[in-house]
């Protein structure tokens, strides 16, 4: 009925709306839960369904895939921590935009610590990008009005880009599933430990009122986001091109500023509109344009993507 093909660039379609539409669901959910306490439940039960999706992936893993999954682990961790905490205080469609800078931050870190060669197109992309992040976080009034999530998402997008760089170092030595399932549960043990560290130390207290909205939040980005939106993902890139994995992919923030825009009536100013355009035309220069892509090829394939 449907090519193979056909079939894919809907599944990334359905992928990017999941991952855009989770950014509102987290956002309500941070009212009736802590962030470390969010994060360890959602991953822990993320980590349980990926073991039993991929379980033939886990047998015979080797002590050098299980610690490259750990490293990767950590920074999905930390970015996940930056993007969490800073959604509590900003929109999820600007949250979802500056996490999608993440895709030209790779570039420009391969440049500054691997002498990477960059061309003409990934400069372009990555300065239609900064511009962009500027009229998407800075209010007219200059940088005393700037929200405070912002930067703390930023730290997001910059942990998701070396996220993204040790799976293109790791992925073409190890089991993509092994690195996906080690990678989450790596996350939930971290998130887990983390609780009681930052309760004693007075930097947040855990808290868990299981509302109908918190155990929606944590079934959609276990579940849908994390375990069906990544077997999509590495399904569909079977039998697509990665241009077209790119652009669909880039439609994430995208579908989070509509559904943040349907379901939370967020307003969306000229300013931020401007903004959120510059970034996706830096995502797409970079990615599309450049001789070689921001993202390799293979690096899409493994990664659980940066859903919120």
């Known amino acids: 009925?449907?090519?193979?093909r056909l079939r894919a660039d809907l599944a990334l379609g359905f992928c990017a709306l999941i991952w855009g539409a989770t950014f509102v669901a987290v956002k309500d959910a941070l009212a009736d839960v802590s962030v470390l306490v969010y994060l360890a439940v959602r991953f822990a039960l993320a980590a349980v369904v990926m073991a039993i999706w991929f379980r033939c992936s886990l047998r015979g893993i080797s002590g050098?895939?299980?610690?490259?999954?750990?490293?990767?682990?950590?920074?999905?961790?930390?970015?996940?921590?930056?993007?969490?905490?800073?959604l509590k205080y900003t929109t999820p469609s600007k949250a979802a935009f500056i996490t999608g800078s993440s895709v030209v931050i790779v570039p420009l870190l391969l440049?500054?610590?691997?002498?990477?060669r960059l061309n003409m197109w990934i400069w372009s992309g990555a300065l239609a990008a900064l511009i962009g992040l500027y009229f998407l976080t800075v209010p007219p009034e200059g940088l005393g009005g700037l929200n405070r999530g912002d930067p703390i998402v930023f730290g997001c997008?910059?942990?998701f880009a070396v996220h993204m760089i040790l799976i293109g170092r790791y992925v073409g030595l190890h089991s993509v599933g092994a690195l996906a399932v080690v990678q989450v549960a790596a996350?939930?043990?971290?998130?887990?430990v983390a609780v009681p560290l930052l309760a004693v130390t007075g930097w947040e207290s855990p808290r868990f009122v299981p509302t109908g909205t918190l155990?929606?939040?944590i079934l959609v980005t276990a579940i849908g986001s994390t375990a069906i939106g990544f077997s999509f993902q590495t399904w569909a890139?079977?039998?697509?091109?990665?241009?077209?994995?790119?652009?669909?992919?880039?439609l994430e923030p995208v579908f989070a500023a509509i559904t943040s825009w349907l379901?939370?009536?967020?307003?969306?100013?000229?300013?931020?509109?401007?903004g959120a355009a510059l970034i996706l035309a830096g995502i797409l220069l970079a990615e599309l344009k450049g001789h070689t892509p921001a993202i390799a090829p293979e690096t899409l394939e493994p990664a659980v993507h940066k859903e919120s």
């Open 1 to 4: 009925m449907f090519s193979k």
């Open 64 to 86: 050098k895939a299980a610690w490259a999954g750990v490293q990767i682990g950590l920074c999905m961790f930390t970015a996940y921590v930056f993007q969490t905490s800073g």
């Open 111 to 116: 440049a500054l610590f691997a002498r990477r």
């Open 157 to 159: 997008a910059v942990m």
């Open 187 to 192: 996350t939930a043990i971290l998130a887990t």
């Open 215 to 217: 155990i929606f939040a």
């Open 237 to 250: 890139q079977q039998y697509t091109s990665p241009t077209h994995t790119a652009i669909l992919i880039s």
């Open 263 to 274: 379901l939370a009536r967020e307003h969306l100013g000229a300013r931020v509109l401007l």
